[in-house]
């Protein structure tokens, strides 16, 4: 199985912008399509962004299309989510998550086969 590892997280102001990233172990991350979810405090999880296994197709929940990006780097295991334009409501917990299967990048959480621990990421007005 895989292990997911994020970082990157943090304050920032208003209009800032991060870089999170999500480094795999365990298992090569080129076996997984890759998703990135967030979740506020009394809120479900919910999907932000996800790549397929070759990165050939993104995927972006509206609220974040044109303001994140997610890419990869197989070749360091890591993932990543560029997050530009930062509103206070995109203040959440960011989790990685590695897809059950390999041709079916997860957009929901009952497609998702591994979690990451989460990061914090807080914007303030």
């Known amino acids: 199985q895989v292990q997911l590892v994020e970082s990157g997280g943090g304050l920032v102001q208003a209009g800032g912008s991060l870089r999170l990233s999500c480094a795999a172990s365990?298992?090569?991350?080129?076996?997984?399509?890759m998703g990135w979810f967030r979740q506020a405090p009394g809120k479900e999880r919910e999907f932000v962004a996800a790549?397929?296994?070759?990165?050939?197709?993104?995927y972006y929940a509206d609220s974040v299309k044109g303001r994140f990006t997610i890419s990869r780097d197989d070749a360091k295991n890591t993932v990543y989510l560029q997050m530009n334009s930062l509103k206070p409501e995109d203040t959440a917990v960011y989790y990685c998550?590695?897809?059950?299967?390999?041709?079916?990048?997860?957009?929901?959480?009952?497609?998702?086969?591994?979690w990451g621990q989460g990061t914090q990421v807080t914007v303030s007005s």
């Open positions: 998550a590695a897809g059950r299967e390999r041709v079916v990048a997860p957009t929901a959480p009952r497609s998702v086969g591994y």
């Open positions: 365990g298992r090569p991350l080129s076996d997984y399509a």
């Open positions: 790549i397929t296994w070759r990165g050939g197709r993104t």
